[in-house]
């Protein structure tokens, strides 16, 4: 590529233009972290209210109840983990409007930060649907 092809595809930033990007990229992932910590936390607690509840001996029985601990369990997993696959997707989103827009293109961490913790979801539900 000659440097009159890279002038006429990117046009130079100046240093303002050049910092607001890099500014709006870091707010990305800022928010994708906070995803990321929203989606890991519900994940958590029902993976703990279900491991907590499954220690705990059974009354005899039947309960009367609408939604045992296993379910609260699976819906809070559940949430976590489509609220993260959301995130991601806005996040790519964003970021990809951001570079089509402005020429650069940078690896992200929390995008494989939050593909380990989809990981460490799906597990948790698989123990949850399989496991008595």
Excluded: C, H
């Amino acid at each position: 590529m000659t440097e009159q092809q890279t002038s006429q595809s990117a046009p130079a930033l100046d240093v303002s233009t050049r910092l607001a990007i890099e500014r709006t990229r870091a707010a990305y992932e800022r928010t994708m972290m906070a995803w990321i910590r929203t989606a890991t936390s519900l994940i958590t607690f029902g993976f703990t209210i279900y491991k907590f509840f499954q220690i705990e001996a059974p009354p005899p029985g039947r309960p009367n109840r609408l939604i045992g601990p296993r379910g609260f369990a699976f819906i809070l997993v559940s949430v976590g983990l489509f609220s993260l696959i959301l995130a991601t997707l806005e996040y790519r989103q964003d970021i990809r409007g951001l570079g089509a827009e402005y020429v650069g293109r940078r690896r992200s961490l929390a995008v494989l930060v939050a593909a380990l913790i989809s990981i460490l979801g799906i597990l948790a539900l698989v123990v949850i649907i399989f496991r008595q």
